[in-house]
């Protein structure tokens, strides 16, 4: 086969390639590997969006956040609440029956409270020293924790450690994505429907950030990044356009964290710890901080790590030692750690880091 | 019992410990300008190494007070040993790299020890036998064990021997100069690599101290430790001026006052609406407040920005 | 005191700063210090070392509030102390120590510094509209024009680092150019250029200064100055000892002393 050689029409061909490898993936996994690994995509894909919100703020504007999964958390619990039985039980004086909200009501609700939260946690904050910001956000998210564990008393709003349970999935054109049902004479299992549901927000997430990056504000994120004064100098009024990245930042957050809510059926404080903030951290500054493919590929290198390791680290520490020394779970984290030591010694910039960005005007100028 | 009296003697106790762990983050960030945010981690360490030594001499038969000793003898090292690798591998090749880099590298080391002690000591809780006196005496209607006492006389005399060490000592005054200009300093003949390694050990120390005394004061000790311990002595650096050695002292104190009356009068605050399980809540706050109303702390001096 | 006179029109004035004053623990940077500055001119401001000459600047550029005084810019109070609205007053500025944008291209330096003037927020770039894209568009063509203003565009694709020393000077002022201000402050423009690239950077100052932009330039390299502003004022300890054209502050004895020392025989200079 030989490719055409116009690079904008190879690019074309690139395009639609991945969209048809992308559009098959679930049915191709599903048939040979089953289903529990469509689940894992679906997963990963969550985990995409999580890390390009986050790079928003540490990636383009060079803030260290280290709450991140707080938002995350908020989007989370604020779909259960509004898709569960619990208001119901716990205040039945207030709720006669279980709010069922639609799901194009809810994600959008949910993505504004959070960039409700991480405006208000950025206003006081954001004029402070970068170390101080990475600090503050690393108290908020141990705070949000604390306050989802605690919150079941003497008002039930979060049930407390129990979590809430009973989340009804998404509901799209009438169909819940929670059962496996039939279109065009296709059986569609729930976690395929869900796949292409995070697959639609995950290009949109991505064409946003694309579109942002390449835009004034995206600009200016990177000039705070690499020099604040300078970029005041400039004009930048650097306290809103940082504020701007948090905000968004966490909105990304809080659209995953509703999709989490419904896909899982179960929200608990034990999902929203530090080591999850750490985690999509990892999935950034592994990728290449600042650069959309190579967070994209962070982000899927590391979702699909754990599994990775539940497959393979108790044979091979068997077959080498003769027992299983450490559990997948500590290694992975063990793996983390020792990746961002080593990012930072020896790659900082990522694996994939973003190169420079070369624009070609005179060809195709139209305004001077 | 007077409750106002016994929150201020156990927010005492508490802030004694914050104070010594919060040393360490004030040196460092007074030296390289970091946050080292693997000091909670070392405070764990020290708890846990101190434990197993303990464990060890207890059957011994020697008198509780010299097993713990001996214990803190043990951990000691182990932690100057910890400070000084970390400072060797992780920070030392990254001293002029941008400034997020060191902040994510303290991270990972974070969770690398973290990680390397679960290995070591599993995920259960450890506790402190019970080898040192707990009769509580009588002042001013509350009560304060012997073991209190010794925690607040000994964190008394680790920070007069440090502010003896940094204001008359060759040392002292080399680290001053480093944490006022590194490149003057090496100029005028300061090893500064040595200074900053000097820096790290003496931070791991107190630390080590500062892990035992809250192994023994709440008499459990466990890998997760770290973390929150780490960031309310952060908070308490903070509180008093971050790389201001007196400052820190001051913060440890006034942090664990506030936050044991904080614990103690929260639900009479709320009207029974939040209880004392929000204790770890009022350093974050404390947190916040400094950092917005005065970034600089309450000892630090105002720094102006560099064109 | 610094149009004693009272013949400069006000129409011809750019900026006045009067009376301003700030200190530092118990160093004090400036004192009172007044001058003005006239629309079109290239203003030199010299001193010896320490004499307040970058203090005064930062207070210009927004980056310390006086302590007492105020400065009077377009015919409007400068708000103290706040960068990026005295950047949209009109002042830009480059730095003693080049600070550009690292990572960015020369191209996309120029067009952070076009920023203030430029409207697009978070919908217009994700939707891309019709006037995002055609701002989009101008602000490149601009920075394109800048770039061969100074002379560097062959660099536009250019990571800044990689630009050489005189060459990232020229695309700090590009970068300064780029919000189209009244007053283009230079903060040691030639500090640390061998001859041809000081050479050159004078060339480029008088272009400006041709095309009808003010410039003030702060600058130790006194041959430069001299040879280059219409007026220079010197300070000295935090204090204005002198304002008017070269020739005159040349001879002027409180200059002379200020800098060859307190040794030195005014009498003999």
């Not at chain 1, 995509?41 to 709450?67: C, K, T």
């Not at chain 1, 940082?242 to 930042?249: D, H, I």
């Not at chain 3, 390299?221 to 220079?232: A, N, P, Q």
């Not at chain 3, 002198?242 to 200020?258: C, G, K, Q, S």
Request: proline share 4%; with cysteine; hydrophobic share 50%.
């Amino acid at each position: 086969m030989t490719l055409p050689g116009d690079p904008k029409l190879r690019a074309r061909l690139g395009i639609v390639l991945i969209g048809i490898a992308l559009a098959v993936l679930p049915f191709v996994v599903g048939a040979n590997f089953g289903n529990s690994w469509v689940r894992i995509i679906d997963f990963a894909l969550l985990y995409v969006m999580l890390a390009l919100g986050l790079n928003i703020v540490v990636g383009f504007a060079g803030l260290l956040d280290l709450g991140y999964i707080a938002f995350y958390a908020v989007g989370a619990y604020l779909y259960a609440l509004l898709s569960s039985p619990h208001l119901a039980t716990a205040f039945p004086a207030v709720f006669a029956s279980a709010p069922a909200w639609s799901v194009w009501l809810v994600l959008p609700l949910g993505a504004l409270v959070a960039g409700l939260f991480g405006v208000l946690l950025g206003t006081p904050t954001l004029k402070l020293r970068g170390d101080y910001l990475a600090i503050v956000t690393l108290g908020f998210g141990e705070i949000i924790r604390i306050f989802l564990n605690n919150l079941n008393a003497p008002l039930n709003l979060t049930n407390g450690p129990q979590g809430i349970n009973n989340i009804q999935s998404a509901e799209i054109a009438g169909q819940s994505l929670g059962r496996s049902f039939e279109l065009f004479g296709l059986q569609i299992p729930s976690v395929t429907a869900h796949y292409y549901f995070f697959l639609a927000l995950t290009l949109l997430v991505i064409f946003i950030c694309v579109r942002l990056q390449d835009s004034r504000l995206g600009r200016a994120w990177v000039a705070i990044r690499e020099d604040e004064l300078a970029a005041r100098a400039c004009g930048i009024n650097t306290r809103n356009v940082k504020l701007l990245a948090f905000g968004l930042g966490a909105t990304f957050g809080g659209v995953a964290g509703g999709l989490f809510a419904g896909f899982q059926g179960f929200v608990s404080p034990e999902s929203f710890g530090l080591l999850e903030s750490i985690m999509v951290l990892c999935m950034v500054v592994l990728g290449g901080m600042g650069h959309i493919a190579g967070v994209i590929l962070g982000a899927l290198l590391l979702a699909l790590l754990p599994e990775v390791l539940r497959w393979g680290a108790a044979p091979v520490q068997q077959w080498l030692f003769g027992k299983v020394l450490v559990d997948p779970e500590s290694l992975r984290l063990l793996l983390f750690g020792v990746a961002l030591v080593l990012v930072m010694r020896w790659r900082p910039a990522g694996l994939w880091p973003s190169a420079l960005r070369k624009r070609e005007l005179a060809a195709h100028a139209e305004v001077a | 019992m007077d409750i106002f009296i016994q929150q201020i003697i156990n927010g005492l106790v508490l802030g004694s410990i914050y104070a010594l762990v919060a040393l360490g983050y004030t040196m460092v960030y007074g030296i390289l300008g970091l946050i080292n945010f693997a000091h909670g981690e070392v405070v764990m360490i020290g708890a846990l190494t101190a434990l197993t030594a303990i464990g060890l001499l207890v059957p011994s038969g020697l008198p509780g007070p010299v097993v713990v000793l001996g214990g803190l003898l043990i951990a000691i090292p182990v932690c100057m040993a910890v400070g000084f690798s970390i400072e060797r591998i992780a920070y030392r090749p990254l001293r002029n790299a941008p400034r997020l880099a060191p902040l994510i590298t303290a991270i990972g080391v974070s969770i690398v020890l973290q990680q390397l002690a679960m290995m070591g000591w599993g995920r259960n809780y450890h506790t402190f036998p019970a080898i040192l006196p707990t009769t509580p005496h009588q002042v001013f209607g509350a009560a304060i064990t012997d073991l209190q006492i010794l925690i607040v006389v000994t964190a008394a005399v680790l920070m007069a021997a440090l502010l003896w060490l940094i204001t008359r000592t060759r040392l002292g005054r080399a680290m001053r100069a480093t944490s006022e200009n590194p490149a003057v300093a090496r100029l005028m003949g300061v090893d500064v690599d040595r200074v900053i390694a000097f820096t790290f050990v003496l931070g791991s120390a107190l630390a080590a101290v500062a892990g035992v005394m809250v192994a023994a004061n709440y008499s459990i000790a466990h890998y997760a430790m770290g973390f929150m311990l780490g960031l309310k002595a952060f908070t308490a650096a903070v509180l008093g001026g971050i790389g201001n050695v007196g400052g820190a002292m001051l913060g440890g104190l006034l942090l664990g006052i506030i936050e044991s009356l904080g614990a103690g009068y929260i639900g009479d605050l709320t009207g029974g609406f939040l209880g004392s399980h929000y204790q770890d809540v009022f350093a974050f706050f404390v947190l916040i407040l400094v950092l917005v109303f005065r970034p600089s702390g309450l000892m630090g001096e105002k720094v102006a920005e560099r064109a | 005191m610094s149009d004693p006179a009272g013949t400069i029109a006000q129409e011809a004035v750019l900026l006045s700063a009067s009376g301003v004053s700030k200190r530092f623990g118990g160093v004090q940077a400036l004192r009172d210090v007044s001058l003005t500055i006239r629309r079109g001119e290239v203003y030199g401001l010299i001193g010896p070392n320490g004499a307040g000459k970058t203090s005064f600047f930062n207070v210009l550029t927004g980056l310390y509030s006086p302590d007492e005084g105020r400065v009077t810019f377009d015919g409007r109070d400068l708000p103290p102390g706040v960068p990026h609205r005295i950047a949209g007053a009109g002042i830009a500025r480059t730095f003693q120590n080049i600070r550009l944008f690292g990572a960015m291209s020369a191209l996309e330096n120029v067009m952070v510094g076009r920023h203030i003037r430029l409207r697009t927020g978070v919908i217009g770039a994700i939707l891309r509209t019709p006037a995002a894209r055609a701002e989009e568009a101008a602000t490149e063509a601009r920075a394109h024009e800048l770039l061969r203003y100074v002379g560097i565009d062959q660099l536009a694709n250019q990571q800044a680092t990689h630009l050489s020393y005189g060459d990232q000077r020229r695309l700090e002022i590009a970068r300064a150019l780029a919000s189209e201000p009244k007053l283009l402050a230079l903060d040691e423009p030639a500090a640390g250029m061998n001859a041809t690239e000081t050479g050159g950077l004078r060339t480029l100052i008088e272009k400006l200064r041709g095309d009808g932009l003010t410039v003030l330039l702060i600058e130790h390299d006194v041959k430069l100055v001299m040879g280059l502003c219409d007026r220079v004022a010197v300070l000295d300890y935090g204090e204005k000892i002198a304002e008017d054209v070269p020739d005159v502050v040349r001879r002027h004895p409180r200059v002379i002393t200020a800098y060859l020392g307190q040794q030195a025989d005014p009498e003999a200079a």
